[in-house]
Nanobody, 120 residues
Framework: QVQVVESGGGLVQAGGSLRLSCAAS????????MGWYRQAPGKQRELVAD???????RYQDSVKGRFTISRDTAKNTVYLQMNSLRPEDTAVYYC??????????????WGQGTQVTVSS
């Protein structure tokens, strides 16, 4: 009933910028937390940034000052503005959303991922 879809990935040179978008749709009553995780080949998935009404924002140390997370609550959409990209940022970026459905069940849903490749 709930879909999470990412977009905005691509190929960019080091020092460039990308903007990722993630939209949650379906039988949603409320969205509690939305965030971005990434996974490089052979590496574990790691938190990049997330945002919630109760906690605010948090970032992985390596992206502080370069990435900015924001949310449009009316559209159930989260964005990740990525500036000063580095080759080590190359990964598949996944959107994570914790939502309560119209049936009052709370779930964590993941998108399918969008590839970000930063060339050196």
């Amino acid at each position: 009933q709930v879909q999470v879809v990412e977009s905005g990935g691509g190929l960019v040179q080091a020092g460039g910028s990308l903007r990722l978008s993630c939209a949650a749709s379906g039988s949603i009553r409320s969205v509690h937390t939305m965030g971005w995780y990434r996974q490089a080949p052979g590496k574990q998935r790691e938190l990049v940034a997330d945002i919630s009404s109760s906690i605010g924002t948090r970032y992985q140390d390596s992206v502080k000052g370069r990435f900015t997370i924001s949310r449009d609550t009316a559209k159930n959409t989260v964005y990740l503005q990525m500036n000063s990209l580095r080759p080590e940022d190359t990964a598949v970026y996944y959107c994570k959303a914790t939502i309560t459905t119209t049936a009052y069940s709370t779930y964590t849903s993941w998108g399918q991922g969008t590839q970000v490749t930063v060339s050196s």
